[in-house]
């Protein structure tokens, strides 16, 4: 129940959500969805209209111009009676056009009930209708239709009904997953719990998520259909020659003249392959459009290249009163990082000496994890390091390459992060994960690997049976301690923790809180926690910065921050702490919430959330300045705090 | 489970809002397996204006609890009762009757609210729900419009979509949802959880003023002992299904006496590194004793 605090999900939170307004102008945008939908368009009126626009009706011979080919009078021709093509074109148009639909609107009543029901309702009625689906789809189709013509002679109608209905399956499947994907969403029991009744909740909240997948299925079916439609003209089987043109049957009528007048098998074909990918292309315009408009972006996390070119602004200095960078083992400057032109990190310096354990503490998008993910190369889709310099191991960290961070990385620094399982591969055993990870870095058989793995688990203090086990039969507690040893396996001089314990309850907390302690006595390495508990802090680390809007904002040995913060944001999330506060009383709660970098202000970036905040602050840029020894602060009025107190 | 009747006994002098005896709700895993037995006779009662706090760790069975009391979960045995009317077996009809008066917040203000509903639809939705004949277009507008000031949103907030909002605005909407039907009691399961700090004391503060307001009921569901003090008057503290402690939630909180309930108040960690390392040598004792009483029979598996 613990799981998921603060950034569990980013990127949902981003503001204009499309609307159908949008999602037409970006239909629009694409010309060969335009010029589908236009051609549509023109089909239907066409057809629709034939008897008014039509030039010649469809029965009207003209024997002085038989198989004329395009003329001024036939403007597509004529057929071997002298009929005008375009004319029977367009009457055939309603023919096959009507069949269309009628096969359509059966698959679609079909389909989208059925599927909804099953969907929506679960249990005994989703098995029933599953099965149903999947008998329906065993009956081979052709078949069947050849026996609703054998029953009802050149029905048009019945075929389209029977071509639908034996089709319907493949659109239940997609409806029923998309409702049961959507039946699970937290949104759907709150309607519930609102009171609304079943058919409202579909109504409401189920059929417009249903809207992309649905309007995909239904145009790639329509072509479909009308080939079938055309196939069976063609044929003679529904719709011959007899009863009126259809396309089909002018294809066919057409081919047996082929050699005499190819030319008379264009405008029908033409029609039938324009239209067929007309529906085609517009329904991959839509599930492009709708496709995940919805839902979040896809979050990838795959490592960028820094750019190769040497970087403006390196080592920018930090503000005077600074310690010097000499026993350090981490040297951070002026790093600043951004996603295309919106920079989420802003001048970000650290140091950090052999063994410390460093905090990085502050709320959800104040660039906390960016910025220690920066200096493994991790950092998501599209960010990069603009500016600055990490130090580490005698290597630039923030102009490093693929392949130095592949030599940095889990060997020189190892990663905890938060979801403990996302480490970890589902169809491995833990053992054979960990060997791999101990082979990659050090030259050791087969055996000497699975020994050092079960020295690992019991560095963790996992018993050896977890060797044996995969993944998913690991508790988050043993699936964290778990992702403790692949990051402890190669010895890293340096653990970053990336709110390793934030997904786990809070005696599984304390235990890992423990074994963290412990492991740093043990091996001495430095370790960079990433938390946005001051309690969790508090326990395990010796200094802490804090970070606001992308800038650190403070930094002082843990003891002091506590005792006296000097950045007002410090000392406001300090005193939400409901720890903090006695018991009934109302908690002092910072106004606001943390903007995205999108809307920071100028000036100081916690200014308009801040009860200390003059015009000055809105002055420039707001510098680190040295508050006493080892403390730094960005703020100009952090005497005050110091005096108020 | 002498705390947990008294509990019940606390509050059978007043006209209790909700009043949970014995209940036991299992979850079928399938023919093979046996079910597994998520609450055990659980008993618990929820006075008028009260917030009664539940807390424990994953698994506890403190959702459990939450959905029960909502219908979302059936019940094995035992009674909910609201307003000594027994709902534990409510009908459909009666049930959506029934969310007129009993609400809910969720953990997740991002999965909670449809993205393409703006929020005004959304808010409105338990006033349709009721086919209240009376509430209808101009009033309707004007009540969500309230809510919407009530939870400190600005009533123009009603044409927005979801998305538009932070996650603390977000578990606003949430509340201004749950408060559009006026219910009696809500059930707030880990409404903080998933905010970041200094937005989980707006939202506490939020609650507390609008129980102050509407002398409404919460069942504050969370695993943070730390705000309980803060929103609840009593706490029951669950543990594999059962009820393990009871009482006032800041007594409880102060000096916890079942060891589970101690160990919970030593694991979480202080913000202050001095009382942090006092804590975690208590940690560390409380640990040491519970090995050496090992098995533990107060935290044994029910059977």
Same mark, same amino acid.
């Given at each position: 129940?613990?799981?998921?605090?603060?950034?569990?999900?980013?990127?949902?939170?981003?503001?204009?959500?499309?609307?159908?307004?949008?999602?037409?102008?970006?239909?629009? $945008?694409?010309?060969?969805?335009?010029?589908?939908?236009?051609?549509?368009?023109?089909?239907?009126?066409?057809?629709?209209?034939? $008897?008014?626009?039509?030039?010649?009706?469809?029965?009207?011979?003209?024997?002085?111009?038989?198989?004329?080919?395009?003329?001024?009078?036939?403007?597509?021709?004529?057929?071997?009676?002298?009929?005008?093509?375009?004319?029977?074109?367009?009457?055939?148009?309603?023919?096959?056009?009507?069949?269309?639909?009628?096969?359509?609107?059966?698959?679609?009543?079909?389909?989208?009930?059925?599927?909804?029901?099953?969907?929506?309702?679960?249990?005994?009625?989703?098995?029933?209708?599953?099965?149903?689906?999947?008998?329906?789809?065993?009956?081979?189709?052709?078949?069947?239709?050849?026996?609703?013509?054998?029953?009802?002679?050149?029905?048009?109608?019945?075929?389209?009904?029977?071509?639908?209905?034996?089709?319907?399956?493949?659109?239940?499947?997609?409806?029923?997953?998309?409702?049961?994907?959507?039946?699970?969403?937290?949104?759907?029991?709150?309607?519930?719990?609102?009171?609304?009744?079943?058919?409202?909740?579909?109504?409401?909240?189920?059929?417009?998520?249903?809207?992309?997948?649905?309007?995909?299925?239904?145009?790639?079916?329509?072509?479909?259909?009308?080939?079938?439609?055309?196939?069976?003209?063609?044929?003679?089987?529904?719709?011959?020659?007899?009863?009126?043109?259809?396309?089909?049957?002018?294809?066919?009528?057409?081919?047996?003249?082929?050699?005499?007048?190819?030319?008379?098998?264009?405008?029908?074909?033409?029609?039938?392959?324009?239209?067929?990918?007309?529906?085609?292309?517009?329904?991959?315009?839509?599930?492009?459009?709708?496709?995940?408009?919805?839902?979040?972006?896809?979050?990838?996390?795959?490592?960028?290249?820094?750019?190769?070119?040497?970087?403006?602004?390196?080592?920018?200095?930090?503000?005077?009163?600074?310690?010097?960078?000499?026993?350090?083992?981490?040297?951070?400057?002026?790093?600043?990082?951004?996603?295309?032109?919106?920079?989420?990190?802003?001048?970000?310096?650290?140091?950090?000496?052999?063994?410390?354990?460093?905090?990085?503490?502050?709320?959800?998008?104040?660039?906390?994890?960016?910025?220690?993910?920066?200096?493994?190369?991790?950092?998501?889709? &599209?960010?990069?390091?603009?500016?600055?310099?990490?130090?580490?191991?005698?290597?630039?960290?923030?102009?490093?390459?693929?392949?130095?961070?592949?030599?940095?990385?889990?060997?020189?620094?190892?990663?905890?992060?938060?979801?403990?399982? $996302?480490?970890?591969?589902?169809?491995?055993?833990?053992?054979?994960?960990?060997?791999?990870?101990?082979?990659?870095?050090?030259?050791?058989?087969?055996?000497?690997?699975?020994?050092?793995?079960?020295?690992?688990?019991?560095?963790?203090?996992?018993?050896?049976?977890?060797?044996?086990?995969?993944?998913?039969?690991?508790?988050?507690?043993?699936?964290?301690?778990?992702?403790?040893?692949?990051?402890?396996?190669?010895?890293?001089?340096?653990?970053?923790?990336?709110?390793?314990?934030?997904?786990?309850?809070?005696?599984?907390?304390?235990?890992?809180?423990?074994?963290?302690?412990?492991?740093?006595?043990?091996?001495?390495?430095?370790?960079?926690?990433?938390?946005?508990?001051?309690?969790?802090?508090?326990?395990?680390?010796?200094?802490?910065?804090?970070?606001?809007? &992308?800038?650190?904002?403070?930094?002082?040995?843990?003891?002091?921050?506590?005792?006296?913060?000097?950045?007002?944001?410090?000392?406001?999330?300090?005193?939400?702490?409901?720890?903090?506060?006695?018991?009934?009383?109302?908690?002092?709660?910072?106004?606001?919430?943390?903007?995205?970098?999108?809307?920071?202000?100028?000036?100081?970036?916690?200014?308009?959330?801040?009860?200390?905040?003059?015009?000055?602050?809105?002055?420039?840029?707001?510098?680190?300045?040295?508050?006493?020894?080892?403390?730094?602060?960005?703020?100009?009025?952090?005497?005050?705090?110091?005096?108020?107190? | 489970?002498?705390?947990?009747?008294?509990?019940?006994?606390?509050?059978?002098?007043?006209?209790?809002?909700?009043?949970?005896?014995?209940?036991?709700?299992?979850?079928?895993?399938?023919?093979?397996?046996?079910?597994?037995?998520?609450?055990?006779?659980?008993?618990?009662?929820?006075?008028?204006?009260?917030?009664?706090?539940?807390?424990?760790?994953?698994?506890?069975?403190?959702?459990?609890?939450?959905?029960?009391?909502?219908?979302?979960?059936?019940?094995?045995?035992?009674?909910?009762?609201?307003?000594?009317?027994?709902?534990?077996?409510?009908?459909?009809?009666?049930?959506?009757?029934?969310?007129?008066?009993?609400?809910?917040?969720?953990?997740?203000?991002?999965?909670?609210?449809?993205?393409?509903?703006?929020?005004?639809?959304?808010?409105?939705?338990?006033?349709?729900?009721?086919?209240?004949?009376?509430?209808?277009?101009?009033?309707?507008?004007?009540?969500?419009?309230?809510?919407?000031?009530?939870?400190?949103?600005?009533?123009?907030?009603?044409?927005?979509?979801?998305?538009?909002?932070?996650?603390?605005?977000?578990?606003?909407?949430?509340?201004?949802?749950?408060?559009?039907?006026?219910?009696?009691?809500?059930?707030?399961?880990?409404?903080?959880?998933?905010?970041?700090?200094?937005?989980?004391?707006?939202?506490?503060?939020?609650?507390?003023?609008?129980?102050?307001?509407?002398?409404?009921?919460?069942?504050?569901?969370?695993?943070?002992?730390?705000?309980?003090?803060?929103?609840?008057?009593?706490?029951?503290?669950?543990?594999?299904?059962?009820?393990?402690?009871?009482?006032?939630?800041?007594?409880?909180?102060?000096?916890?006496?079942?060891?589970?309930?101690?160990?919970?108040?030593?694991?979480?960690?202080?913000?202050?590194?001095?009382?942090?390392?006092?804590?975690?040598?208590?940690?560390?004792?409380?640990?040491?004793?519970?090995?050496?009483?090992?098995?533990?029979?107060?935290?044994?598996?029910?059977?």
């Amino acid at each position: 129940m613990t799981a998921g605090r603060g950034r569990a999900l980013p990127g949902r939170a981003l503001p204009g959500r499309a609307l159908p307004g949008r999602a037409l102008r970006q239909m629009a $945008s694409r010309p060969l969805a335009v010029a589908s939908a236009a051609w549509l368009v023109l089909v239907v009126v066409a057809a629709a209209g034939a $008897s008014s626009l039509a030039p010649y009706g469809p029965q009207a011979t003209d024997l002085a111009h038989v198989m004329s080919g395009p003329t001024a009078a036939h403007w597509l021709g004529t057929d071997r009676l002298g009929r005008d093509v375009l004319s029977r074109l367009m009457f055939g148009g309603q023919v096959t056009l009507l069949g269309v639909a009628e096969a359509l609107v059966v698959f679609a009543g079909l389909g989208i009930t059925l599927g909804l029901a099953a969907g929506f309702a679960g249990g005994w009625t989703d098995r029933l209708i599953a099965r149903f689906g999947d008998l329906v789809l065993a009956l081979p189709g052709i078949i069947v239709l050849l026996m609703v013509l054998a029953v009802y002679p050149g029905s048009e109608l019945a075929a389209m009904i029977a071509l639908g209905a034996i089709s319907c399956p493949v659109l239940l499947r997609v409806v029923r997953g998309a409702t049961l994907a959507i039946r699970g969403e937290l949104y759907i029991t709150a309607a519930r719990l609102s009171g609304l009744t079943g058919p409202r909740i579909v109504w409401r909240h189920v059929l417009p998520r249903l809207a992309g997948p649905v309007i995909v299925q239904l145009s790639l079916f329509a072509a479909t259909a009308l080939l079938a439609q055309s196939a069976l003209s063609f044929l003679g089987l529904s719709t011959p020659e007899a009863q009126g043109p259809s396309w089909g049957n002018m294809v066919g009528e057409a081919s047996t003249v082929v050699s005499q007048d190819p030319w008379l098998l264009v405008p029908s074909g033409g029609a039938l392959a324009l239209t067929v990918m007309a529906f085609g292309l517009l329904g991959d315009a839509v599930r492009d459009v709708t496709a995940g408009r919805h839902l979040a972006p896809p979050v990838r996390v795959r490592p960028v290249r820094a750019p190769s070119k040497p970087m403006p602004g390196r080592p920018k200095g930090r503000a005077p009163g600074t310690a010097p960078a000499g026993g350090s083992m981490l040297s951070v400057r002026g790093l600043t990082i951004a996603f295309g032109d919106l920079v989420v990190v802003r001048d970000v310096g650290f140091d950090l000496s052999p063994g410390e354990a460093l905090g990085i503490v502050g709320e959800s998008g104040c660039g906390k994890s960016v910025t220690v993910r920066s200096l493994l190369g991790l950092l998501p889709g &599209g960010g990069r390091v603009t500016a600055g310099s990490a130090l580490f191991a005698g290597r630039d960290l923030a102009a490093a390459s693929e392949r130095d961070f592949r030599r940095v990385r889990g060997s020189m620094i190892g990663l905890v992060s938060q979801e403990p399982a $996302s480490g970890l591969d589902p169809s491995f055993r833990i053992g054979s994960q960990l060997a791999e990870v101990i082979r990659r870095h050090a030259p050791l058989s087969r055996g000497q690997a699975r020994a050092r793995a079960a020295e690992l688990l019991a560095q963790v203090n996992l018993p050896p049976g977890t060797l044996a086990r995969y993944p998913h039969e690991l508790s988050g507690g043993m699936a964290q301690r778990v992702s403790i040893a692949l990051a402890l396996a190669p010895g890293p001089r340096l653990l970053i923790a990336d709110e390793p314990t934030t997904a786990l309850d809070v005696t599984v907390q304390a235990e890992i809180l423990g074994l963290l302690r412990d492991l740093r006595e043990q091996t001495g390495m430095a370790m960079i926690l990433v938390t946005h508990d001051w309690g969790v802090l508090a326990d395990l680390c010796d200094r802490a910065i804090v970070m606001y809007a &992308g800038q650190v904002v403070e930094e002082a040995a843990v003891g002091d921050i506590y005792a006296s913060p000097r950045h007002p944001y410090t000392e406001g999330l300090l005193a939400a702490n409901p720890h903090r506060t006695p018991a009934g009383g109302v908690l002092p709660a910072i106004p606001g919430t943390v903007p995205p970098p999108s809307a920071w202000p100028a000036g100081c970036g916690f200014r308009p959330r801040c009860q200390y905040a003059t015009d000055a602050c809105a002055g420039g840029p707001v510098p680190m300045t040295a508050a006493g020894p080892g403390r730094l602060v960005r703020c100009i009025h952090a005497d005050t705090l110091v005096a108020r107190r | 489970m002498t705390p947990a009747t008294s509990l019940v006994a606390a509050t059978a002098r007043e006209p209790g809002v909700l009043e949970v005896r014995d209940l036991t709700v299992r979850y079928h895993r399938g023919i093979r397996k046996p079910p597994f037995t998520a609450l055990h006779e659980v008993s618990l009662a929820v006075g008028p204006a009260e917030t009664v706090a539940l807390v424990g760790e994953s698994g506890s069975g403190k959702s459990t609890l939450g959905n029960a009391i909502l219908g979302l979960v059936p019940a094995a045995s035992g009674t909910i009762a609201f307003r000594g009317e027994d709902i534990t077996c409510a009908r459909p009809r009666r049930r959506r009757a029934l969310t007129a008066d009993i609400q809910a917040v969720f953990q997740d203000p991002y999965g909670s609210l449809n993205p393409v509903r703006t929020v005004g639809q959304t808010l409105a939705e338990p006033l349709l729900a009721h086919e209240r004949r009376e509430v209808r277009g101009a009033e309707r507008t004007a009540r969500v419009r309230a809510a919407l000031e009530q939870v400190g949103l600005s009533a123009d907030d009603a044409a927005r979509y979801p998305g538009q909002f932070s996650g603390g605005q977000r578990q606003r909407i949430a509340i201004a949802r749950a408060l559009v039907p006026s219910p009696r009691l809500i059930i707030c399961d880990e409404p903080l959880s998933a905010l970041d700090l200094s937005v989980q004391a707006q939202i506490l503060n939020l609650l507390r003023d609008l129980q102050g307001d509407l002398g409404v009921s919460y069942l504050f569901i969370t695993h943070d002992l730390a705000v309980v003090p803060h929103i609840a008057h009593r706490v029951a503290v669950l543990y594999r299904g059962r009820v393990v402690e009871t009482g006032p939630a800041r007594q409880l909180c102060s000096a916890p006496r079942h060891p589970y309930t101690q160990a919970l108040v030593a694991a979480a960690p202080m913000p202050d590194p001095v009382q942090q390392r006092a804590r975690r040598r208590a940690y560390r004792a409380y640990q040491a004793a519970d090995e050496a009483r090992a098995p533990a029979a107060a935290l044994s598996d029910p059977p």
